[in-house]
């Protein structure tokens, strides 16, 4: 286990939150201190932090780590884990059938340019970069199923994925904690500002991978 600014990661990822491993302490305590547990808990809890410690584990953005192991960009998959900011919560599956139903569905959504663009989009997400600097805007009417693609980018990218408001994001410094370790923040209500304030597209696009 590794502690990274406060956080705790293991080759899965990221470990809840530290509220969530304090009383994990208290209860394997409990049996055996009669007072001061809360305490005592969140001493351990400190010195959890320093055993831990480690400095930012490095991205890399030639693999992707998945439930089941590492995909290669080249190609290769190893069952081997590794320490990671991000896992998805997804397994690699060499002889997977075609997403017909999603295909379907994009199908009669998008135009097939626009399939390939959302696509590209799809898998840029997966990787920890913004060297792109792109956020994607769908588009469209109430009611025709871009929400859709946002729960399938939920399944794929699991706690990697944050949603949020872009207008939030720009005033509280709480809103950008929150997007740290994540790969993608989906946001299904800020069009209309970001129309207003075009200037903000060009500081987002550095630092998160976003979906409107």
Not at 45 to 68: E, F, G, K, M
Not at 132 to 141: A, E, L, S, T
């Amino acid at each position: 286990m590794k502690c990274i600014h406060g956080t705790f990661f293991d080759v899965n990822g990221a470990i809840g939150d530290a509220e969530q491993i304090k009383a994990e302490i208290y209860y394997k305590i409990a049996p055996y201190v009669t007072s001061g547990i809360a305490k005592k808990a969140t001493t351990l809890l400190d010195a959890l932090r320093i055993r831990c410690y480690s400095p930012p584990i490095p991205y890399q953005t030639d693999r992707i780590h998945v439930a089941n192991g590492t995909y290669f960009l080249s190609g290769d998959f190893s069952a081997q884990k590794e320490f990671c900011m991000n896992r998805l919560p997804v397994r690699y599956a060499p002889d997977a059938p075609e997403p017909s139903q999603w295909l379907s569905f994009v199908g009669q959504l998008l135009e097939p340019e626009d399939i390939i663009t959302l696509q590209e989009f799809m898998g840029y997400v997966l990787q920890p970069t913004t060297k792109g600097q792109k956020m994607m805007i769908v588009i469209g009417k109430g009611g025709e199923g871009k929400s859709r693609i946002g729960r399938v980018l939920r399944a794929l990218l699991g706690d990697s994925m944050n949603t949020g408001s872009i207008q939030k994001v720009e005033v509280d410094r709480f809103a950008r904690a929150d997007l740290e370790w994540k790969l993608l923040m989906l946001d299904c209500y800020s069009l209309v500002y970001l129309n207003q304030n075009p200037q903000f597209f060009s500081k987002l696009n550095k630092v998160w991978d976003i979906l409107i």
